[in-house]
Each structure stands twice: as structure tokens, then as C-alpha cells.
């Protein structure tokens, strides 16, 4: 019977589900975060596993990537690591693939920043992820409080799917969105 808990513990053990001994110690909320640290999407907790994001009513960018991942978009971080310019915004951006798509994503600090850089776009090259696609192939903008992304996609199918997630607004503290 111990070689059978062990063995469970062994499995289990890599998500942190034992603790000493064959004996499962119960993994709460509150056990849970303070085991995370505040850092990106992919840092690491202290069981090994990522870390999730602590919720914070604005939005970064390890929480634009996991609520793509938990609407099922399977984001992919671009593999160059390349930050994303796009005239005439001020920031640098990060881009993700989304399937055949791929989604620019612009972090600032406030809303009110997001408004002023966004004011410099030319918004006859974007259409709104409300509107039918047009032969110009316009790239979709996305906006949430301080988040503003750009998905290339003639999906429309994808398009609704990612300002679904996005436009939900960003996760906030108590909200129980980390997991």
C-alpha cells in the first residue's frame, strides 16, 4: 500500500499535490499565490511550475497571454523575441501567434496613456473586431483599459474570439483568475 501512495506522490508530486510521506497537504488559494512570484508568464513558482500571474486590474503581458490560453487561442510568444514597433506609437510591443494569426500587443501604464498613443493611429487602416472585414485585409484593433492589440486575421470567427477575451477586461485582484 506505502509503494502505491509513494507512487502517487511521485506523479503527484510534480504538480505539488504531496508533502512529505505520502501525506497530501491541502493547496489553498492563499498557499497557492504566495507560492508565485509578480514576474512574466513563464517564471516559475516554488513546486517548478509556472507561476501565474497576480491579478492586478491592468493588464501586462503574462496576463494577455494567459487569458488567450485559457479562451483556447494556444498563443505562441514570437520566436525572434523581437519587440514590435508600429508608427507612430511610442511604445515597443510584443506580438503572439495566435494559429495562422498573429496579435501585437501594446501595454502602457494607464488608460489615459493607451488614448493619447492610440489618437496617433490613422484608423482607416484598422476596422473595429465588430466590423465585417473589408477586401483592404485592415488589421483589427482591439482596446481595454490600458491594453491596445492589433490581431491580423481575416478570421472572423478568430477576430470575435480574441476581442472576446481581450475586451473582457483585465483580470482584478479577488477575482480568483490565478490559478
Not at 502505491?4 to 508533502?19: E, K
Not at 494577455?64 to 490560453?69: G, P, Q, T, Y
Not at 477586401?135 to 486575421?153: C, D, F, K, P, Q
Request: charged share 25%; with cysteine; net charge neutral.
Amino acid at each position: 500500500m506505502r509503494s502505491i501512495i509513494a507512487a502517487s506522490c511521485g506523479v503527484l508530486g510534480l504538480i505539488g499535490g504531496c508533502r512529505g510521506g505520502g501525506q497530501q497537504k491541502p493547496v489553498t488559494a492563499d498557499s497557492r499565490v504566495a507560492a508565485t512570484s509578480n514576474g512574466p508568464s513563464g517564471a516559475t513558482n516554488a513546486g517548478g511550475g509556472k507561476a501565474p500571474c497576480r491579478p492586478t486590474g491592468q493588464w501586462t503581458d503574462c496576463a494577455v497571454f494567459e487569458r488567450l490560453d485559457q479562451a483556447g487561442l494556444a498563443p505562441r510568444r514570437d520566436s525572434s523575441g523581437a519587440k514590435v514597433e508600429l508608427p507612430p506609437l511610442t511604445g515597443a510591443g510584443t506580438r503572439l501567434t495566435l494559429g495562422n494569426s498573429e496579435l501585437d500587443v501594446f501595454i502602457y501604464p494607464d488608460a489615459a496613456s493607451r488614448e493619447k498613443d492610440e489618437a496617433r493611429l490613422d484608423h482607416k487602416q484598422y476596422i473595429e473586431a465588430s466590423d465585417e472585414p473589408t477586401l483592404r485585409g485592415e488589421a483589427t484593433l482591439i482596446r481595454n483599459v490600458n491594453l491596445l492589440a492589433v490581431l491580423h486575421s481575416r478570421s472572423d470567427h478568430q477576430r470575435e474570439r480574441v476581442s472576446d477575451a481581450l475586451t473582457a477586461g483585465p483580470p482584478t485582484p479577488g477575482s480568483g483568475s490565478a490559478r
